[in-house]
């Protein structure tokens, strides 16, 4: 592409945006952007590719005109530049259409999608093309630790990507996955999420049929099978398909089934069969069922697409996940630090889980922001403390940006913690970080675990408490 042509992306801080920008850039555009502000790893990505960016709005940055503006899904009408954009009929385009437009023809388009585990399978998948000299496309929702990055251009035949149900863009509220026309086409999970823009779980579903009624018949459909985990809406989307299906699990019924599994501290090891058949042994350098039901989403795509075994087995064994998956911060004091992104009750309960298992020996203390939009509501009210229930401990952040929900609609955490305390665990709710970071500074033992899960930044909590453990100043905790 020309250095001529110059796109400006409207929201470039995103999680996908900044990616997306980088892609345009090595690809041969000149790329310019705006935000509310940009932070790492957005700023660092872009800065490291010479790309400029503004940290505010304003309708000066589309002067003189780009020739095209990518406009983020979190944009909306009354965005300075937005309105500048549609006042002078711009051209624009959203993510999902630069990558069915730009980057997706004349590739075979793997795409992962799901409640969970998505973005896990999808650096996984890249990591073994990669590893088996496949030279992958990719794009994947946070930062491939293996990459350093969250996007690959090597040109080979596939593109691996994060198939996304949220919105597209404002004027476009379907889904993003339905611009990117799987060949392969990966449902890792399916229970309701995104209370935001999906009325009921019927809604949801809806839009995984409409995706694998999207599969060609030369393509493929993989779902994660154990009927009495998976649930029945992975079975009522899979009925849509006019392609094969497999299936993978634990139980004998899947095409690819797990056993013999294994933790041996941070790593687990497990055997596959393959329609009843040895297919080999495998070693993640992770721990959780979940992230062995991730390998095998992800063995089961690569074996199709024609990498051996031993290849799989290699890239498997030196996959180092996504960043904010089980990331350790560190101990301090003896005072284990650990974050993670996990933003529903499925996802705190596997999280928690896992924790347990790779180090069984520590209290658990389970440190929860409600920030996304379904975690935000009171949706979960109901399942959420059963998840928590399993740490030892249960620390409970104020609702982000609370003022935006009526008391009808929001999730209230103290009722959460009520009926934590009423399932045998000690809970306790505070309004912000720092009250969070002083009380746990001051509870915390050496010896202890303390697990912070949020799809945000919680208010930089990590950061805060990190400080104060390794100052080992006790402070008395604040009253409640």
Same mark, same amino acid.
């Given at each position: 592409?020309?250095?001529?042509?110059?796109?400006?992306?409207?929201?470039?801080?995103?999680?996908?945006?900044?990616?997306?920008?980088?892609?345009?850039?090595?690809?041969?555009?000149?790329?310019?952007?705006?935000?509310?502000?940009?932070?790492?790893?957005?700023?660092?990505?872009?800065?490291?590719?010479?790309?400029?960016?503004?940290?505010?709005?304003?309708?000066?940055?589309?002067?003189?005109?780009?020739?095209?503006?990518?406009?983020?899904?979190?944009?909306?009408?009354?965005?300075?530049?937005?309105?500048?954009?549609?006042?002078?009929?711009?051209?624009?385009?959203?993510?999902?259409?630069?990558?069915?437009?730009?980057?997706?023809?004349?590739?075979?388009?793997?795409?992962?999608?799901?409640?969970?585990?998505?973005?896990?399978?999808?650096?996984?998948?890249?990591?073994?093309?990669?590893?088996?000299?496949?030279?992958?496309?990719?794009?994947?929702?946070?930062?491939?630790?293996?990459?350093?990055?969250?996007?690959?251009?090597?040109?080979?035949?596939?593109?691996?990507?994060?198939?996304?149900?949220?919105?597209?863009?404002?004027?476009?509220?379907?889904?993003?996955?339905?611009?990117?026309?799987?060949?392969?086409?990966?449902?890792?999970?399916?229970?309701?999420?995104?209370?935001? +823009?999906? /009325? =009921?779980?019927?809604?949801?579903? &809806? *839009?995984?049929? %409409?995706? $694998?009624?999207?599969?060609?018949?030369?393509?493929?459909?993989?779902?994660?099978?154990?009927?009495?985990?998976?649930?029945?809406?992975?079975?009522?989307?899979?009925?849509?398909?006019?392609?094969?299906?497999?299936?993978?699990?634990?139980?004998?019924?899947?095409?690819?089934?797990?056993?013999?599994?294994?933790?041996?501290?941070?790593?687990?090891?497990?055997?596959?069969?393959?329609?009843?058949?040895?297919?080999?042994?495998?070693?993640?350098?992770?721990?959780?069922?979940?992230?062995?039901?991730?390998?095998?989403?992800?063995?089961?795509?690569?074996?199709?697409?024609? +990498?051996? /075994? =031993?290849?799989?087995?290699?890239? &498997? *064994?030196?996959? %180092?996940? $996504?960043?904010?998956?089980?990331?350790?911060?560190?101990?301090?004091?003896?005072?284990?630090?650990?974050?993670?992104?996990?933003?529903?009750?499925?996802?705190?309960?596997?999280?928690?889980?896992?924790?347990?298992?790779?180090?069984?020996?520590?209290?658990?203390?389970?440190?929860?922001?409600?920030?996304?939009?379904?975690?935000?509501?009171?949706?979960?009210?109901?399942?959420?403390?059963?998840?928590?229930?399993?740490?030892?401990?249960?620390?409970?952040?104020?609702?982000?940006?609370?003022?935006?929900?009526?008391?009808?609609?929001?999730?209230?955490?103290?009722?959460?913690?009520?009926?934590?305390?009423?399932?045998?665990?000690? *809970?306790?709710?505070?309004?912000?970080?720092?009250?969070?970071?002083?009380?746990?500074?001051?509870?915390?033992?050496?010896?202890?675990?303390?697990?912070?899960?949020?799809?945000?930044?919680?208010?930089?909590?990590?950061?805060?408490?990190?400080?104060?453990?390794?100052?080992?100043?006790?402070?008395?905790?604040?009253?409640?």
């Amino acid at each position: 592409m020309s250095e001529e042509k110059r796109v400006h992306v409207i929201g470039i801080g995103g999680s996908a945006m900044a990616p997306l920008a980088g892609m345009l850039r090595e690809s041969g555009y000149r790329v310019t952007g705006s935000d509310s502000g940009v932070y790492p790893p957005a700023s660092t990505l872009l800065e490291s590719l010479g790309i400029s960016f503004y940290n505010t709005f304003d309708a000066a940055h589309l002067q003189p005109a780009p020739d095209l503006v990518i406009v983020g899904n979190i944009i909306a009408r009354g965005n300075l530049e937005l309105e500048e954009v549609l006042d002078r009929k711009i051209p624009y385009r959203s993510l999902p259409e630069i990558l069915e437009e730009v980057f997706l023809p004349g590739r075979h388009s793997i795409v992962i999608s799901g409640t969970h585990g998505k973005t896990t399978t999808t650096a996984m998948l890249a990591w073994i093309f990669h590893s088996a000299g496949r030279l992958p496309n990719f794009l994947v929702g946070g930062v491939a630790e293996n990459f350093g990055k969250s996007y690959g251009l090597g040109g080979g035949a596939e593109f691996i990507l994060e198939g996304d149900e949220y919105e597209t863009a404002f004027w476009d509220r379907g889904p993003k996955f339905f611009h990117y026309h799987p060949d392969d086409l990966i449902i890792t999970s399916l229970e309701f999420d995104h209370a935001d +823009i999906y /009325a =009921d779980l019927e809604t949801y579903e &809806l *839009a995984f049929r %409409r995706l $694998v009624n999207l599969v060609p018949r030369s393509g493929r459909v993989v779902i994660w099978g154990d009927t009495s985990d998976s649930g029945p809406a992975l079975r009522r989307a899979a009925s849509r398909a006019f392609c094969p299906v497999e299936t993978y699990g634990f139980s004998d019924g899947n095409d690819w089934v797990a056993e013999g599994v294994e933790v041996e501290g941070d790593k687990t090891r497990f055997r596959v069969q393959h329609k009843g058949k040895s297919f080999g042994e495998f070693v993640l350098a992770a721990t959780g069922r979940h992230n062995v039901l991730n390998s095998l989403a992800a063995i089961a795509v690569a074996h199709g697409r024609g +990498i051996s /075994a =031993d290849s799989i087995a290699k890239a &498997l *064994a030196t996959f %180092r996940s $996504v960043k904010r998956r089980m990331d350790v911060k560190g101990e301090h004091g003896g005072i284990l630090v650990v974050d993670d992104f996990a933003h529903h009750p499925t996802a705190v309960k596997a999280t928690i889980e896992a924790a347990r298992s790779r180090w069984p020996k520590r209290r658990l203390w389970a440190i929860l922001e409600p920030r996304s939009n379904s975690m935000r509501r009171k949706v979960f009210q109901e399942s959420l403390p059963k998840a928590l229930a399993l740490a030892d401990r249960v620390v409970l952040g104020g609702v982000f940006r609370a003022q935006q929900l009526g008391d009808d609609n929001r999730m209230d955490p103290e009722s959460v913690a009520t009926d934590v305390r009423a399932l045998g665990r000690e *809970a306790r709710t505070f309004a912000g970080s720092d009250a969070i970071a002083e009380y746990l500074s001051t509870e915390a033992k050496p010896g202890d675990l303390l697990l912070i899960m949020s799809n945000g930044s919680f208010d930089g909590l990590c950061e805060k408490l990190v400080k104060k453990l390794d100052r080992g100043v006790p402070t008395e905790a604040p009253a409640r």
